[in-house]
């Protein structure tokens, strides 16, 4: 089956700067890759994801890049805020049929202001 | 509109006590996962539901655990004879689509501690 592996577990920042997040995968049949963000008392949020077909995909502050051929991808904040401090969680799975996603074990990032 | 509600948001109990944790999806959605989180990991996925389909199952961790979904709507996660090692956060997330790909939205969870 699926394993994913997530780095770093913490991770702290100054406001303004930038934060990347790292996840390793090991099924080559995996080709959706979604990140959440956990809030404090919350459930996990989708934030953003990318397919297999796209190498990279942005969203304002948030963009996620894709290795396939070294199954890694990795999620970069630009120009932090105190707000982005959460738990983040990559995961991993194939695109269709009903198997579930593979999670990794989450990243606290704490921007200090 | 409302989101994902779950029920109790806190619960202990004692070992070998049965607990029911509740999850009320969005309404309209077809999808209904459950997931636990144990402290300092990822969300481990326990059950699946799709419409009128055959759950699928394949995440549960023992024959201690059932789930059922009632009416396509609400859904009650059933841990019999608990263990310690059942003390997680159990999450629920409920989807509009007919893959998991499809955007999930969770609750807020229920956190079970065993004593």
């Known amino acids: 089956g699926e394993n994913v592996e997530q780095h770093p577990s913490t991770l702290s920042v100054q406001e303004g700067d930038s934060a990347v997040i790292k996840c390793t995968y090991s099924d080559s049949a995996s080709n959706y890759f979604p990140w959440y963000k956990q809030e404090l008392g919350k459930g996990p949020q989708l934030i953003i994801d990318?397919?297999?077909?796209?190498g990279e995909k942005k969203d304002q502050r948030i963009a996620v890049t894709l290795n396939k051929t070294a199954k890694h991808f990795s999620l970069h904040i630009t120009e932090t805020q105190p707000e982005d401090s959460a738990v983040y969680f990559c995961a991993a799975g194939p695109d269709t049929g009903r198997r579930a996603l593979t999670f990794g074990s989450g990243t606290r990032l704490q921007v200090q202001p | 509109g409302a989101g994902v509600s779950q029920s109790p948001s806190n619960k202990v109990t004692e070992k070998g006590k049965d607990v029911e944790l509740r999850c009320d999806p969005i309404?309209?959605?077809?999808?209904l996962y459950w997931y636990r989180q144990s402290l300092g990991q990822g969300l481990e996925f326990l059950i699946y539901?799709?419409?009128?389909?055959?759950?699928?199952k394949s995440g549960l961790p023992s024959d201690r655990f059932s789930a059922e979904r009632t009416g396509g709507s609400v859904s009650t996660l059933t841990i019999q004879r608990t263990q310690q090692e059942d003390s997680a956060v159990y999450l629920c997330?409920?989807?509009?689509?007919?893959?998991?790909?499809?955007?999930?939205?969770f609750g807020p969870g229920t956190r079970l501690t065993v004593l």
């Open positions: 997330a409920s989807s509009s689509g007919v893959s998991y790909t499809d955007t999930q939205y």
């Open positions: 309404s309209g959605h077809t999808a």
């Open positions: 990318i397919r297999s077909n796209v």
């Open positions: 539901f799709q419409g009128n389909s055959a759950p699928d």
